[in-house]
């Protein structure tokens, strides 16, 4: 029988919302305790709020974007310090930016996660 019981928590501690472009960012925990058996996991959301359309993808999201797009993902976060790979417990940041031609500029977003025991 193996120990079910968390010995990780990860949590978001910070949301940048885009710069520049008319977007939503949102991050969620959807499982924030790491157990042997289990990652923590999250949910990353871009919502497009503008009026007009965008010709390219943004970040990891590769298709057109038009009014009230949604782009989502979701990923695993495994922090069990036992296990090459692994995120030791701390503070995370990820973030992305595109160049946006139309306004000539950078469009820039991140979160941050932390990790602790």
């Given amino acids: 029988m193996t120990d079910k019981s968390p010995f990780r928590r ?3 501690t910070d949301v940048s919302q885009p710069s520049v472009i008319p977007a939503e960012l949102s991050v969620e925990t959807l499982a ?10 999250v949910r990353v959301e871009l919502r497009w709020t503008g009026d007009e359309g965008f010709g ?10 038009e ?20 995120l030791p417990p701390g503070r995370y940041a ?4 595109t160049y946006v031609a139309e306004r000539d500029a950078v469009a820039e977003w991140a979160f941050e996660l932390t990790a602790a025991e």
């Fill in 10 to 12: 990860v949590s978001v």
């Fill in 67 to 86: 009014r009230g797009d949604e782009f989502t993902c979701e990923a695993e976060v495994w922090t069990d310090h036992r296990a090459d790979g692994c």
């Fill in 94 to 97: 990820f973030a992305d930016s």
């Fill in 32 to 41: 924030g305790e790491v157990t042997v058996e289990t990652p923590a996991s």
């Fill in 56 to 65: 390219r993808g943004l970040g990891l999201w590769v298709d057109e974007v």
